[in-house]
């Protein structure tokens, strides 16, 4: 009887399923490399970003200050900034109003005080500064009916701010 070598017999084998795990492989390789959905399909309203990049930072801002933690009270300041320059690029108008304007118009002076009232660790004048900042814009577009306020209670976020020695 004649002995076939290993690598002859897998050979025998492979040869005819070949063009069934080359097409498989190249249907596998297209699914993975299919073209992503448009990104531009779904923009979040300006309430939207409002309640789900706004808020939070404003609310973790104000909290960072009443813990006297003031280096995560600037990290928050600039996020809060950065939050409402991509507001204003999200939504140029809103009923007929440039955002961009009106924020620039609203926030621009609270935001320095605040940046100041941080710098300096200075309470009054964050108090005053976040006040400014937190009717301001809802006043400008005439949505005076949302009132935001300095929060009251425990917060419902589960972001805990690392606290660094402060002397």
Known sequence: MMMIPRWRRWTRLSLPAAPIVLAAGFAMAQSQTAPAPPAGDYLPSVSDLMIGTIQPRHERLWRAQQQHNW?????????????????????????????PDMIASVTDQPFAELKSAVQAKDDAAFAKAYGDLTEACHQALNHGVVAIGVPDSASSSDLKAITSARP
């Open 71 to 99: 280096e995560f009270a600037a990290y928050e300041l600039g996020n809060l900034h950065g939050a409402f320059g991509r507001l204003a690029r999200a939504h140029p108008t809103v009923d007929n109003v440039s955002l």
